[in-house]
């Protein structure tokens, strides 16, 4: 099969489209008041989109797509993914194609690693670490990734310990502070 | 860790690169007599580079990089890569950058696809299916590809029974004909 990408939008022709807004997503967010003002305001922005050709989860196959985070705060957190283990054992490569971004990474042992991205960054995520990507910049952060089609998907485990670090703006300037909310998984 | 790309170039900083020349793939090409007059020329070109990030061969690791290659023939044939099965059962995924190709899919049950990419193209190649690129443009054609790091390459295969199709220039146009050398695989 073959699609077409375009490198400037993000955008793959034919594809499924997720698209995650603020209240899908409202618990991942250090301040909840910020988050309820806003969806109290009726303002629920898409936080960002999610491009994905998916295979049958068989060992060796893979799936690919684009993930376009829009710019943005909640209170002073940078707009993000929801970040995610792998359920299997499996890395993930991505590709900035657009905008500024952070990817933070952490695993079970309580290693913590952030990495800046651009367009032309090529990051290996290795097994056993869970991400998560941070717009920011002014204007969308987009990347493309491949990844095992075995690999699924562990949002639980971050949506109930958060993320070690947190990037927030502060004097203006993208900052990764420690997220005082943390619960180290038990595992 | 984390490289850089030229999406332009395609070339990945700090990678490990293999050069193909015409003398390490003679075999490979339909026309040897044209291969041993330009190898006699003194004449043994660059056909392609291989950029590429390799992890260790563990289930769930992918390897990355870039495939250039040349604008050329041997004989009336475009130069393309050798072409390979994976060893291991395990897809690929092809992003076109730069140029025109066609890229040749052939499995062990007989059927044949072939696929033209350009830049912005994505394409899956499934498991079980050799994959040959072939450049029919008069520029560089490069393409981005990730496949799991436990794939191993079969090229062996391929230099005995050679491609089902062949792509040529007829006319002033690229065409795909039957390659009457090819012999179906045993197995």
């Known amino acids: 099969m073959q699609v077409k990408i375009d490198f400037n939008t993000g955008i793959i022709e034919g594809c499924r489209v997720t698209i995650r807004r ?7 967010y250090s301040d909840q008041v910020s988050v309820n003002n806003m969806l109290k305001k009726n303002r629920d922005p898409c936080i960002y989109e999610i491009y994905e050709y998916s295979n049958p989860a068989d ?6 797509g684009t993930t ?21 054992n499996a890395g993930e490569v991505y590709q900035g194609l657009r905008g500024n971004g952070i990817l933070l990474l952490q695993n079970r042992k309580g290693e913590f ?6 367009k032309g960054s ?12 941070v717009n920011i910049g ?11 089609s075995n ?5 639980e485990t971050i949506r109930r310990t958060g993320f070690m670090k947190l990037v927030v703006e502060k004097n203006s300037k993208p900052c990764i502070i420690d997220n005082i909310k943390y619960t180290p998984s038990e595992s």
Chains 1, 2 share one sequence.
Do not use: C
Request: glycine share 8%; hydrophobic share 35%.
């Open 68 to 88: 376009i985070i829009y710019p943005g705060k909640v209170g002073s957190e940078f707009y993000m993914t929801k970040g995610h283990y792998h359920q299997k």
């Open 113 to 118: 690693r952030s990495i800046e991205m651009g």
């Open 22 to 28: 603020l209240s899908d997503m409202a618990e991942f």
């Open 138 to 148: 002014d204007e969308l952060f987009i990347y493309y990734f491949v990844y095992p």
């Open 59 to 64: 060992e060796g196959n893979l799936n690919f």
């Open 122 to 133: 090529l990051v290996y995520i290795p097994p056993e670490w869970a991400h998560r990507s």
């Open 151 to 155: 690999s699924g998907h562990d949002y």
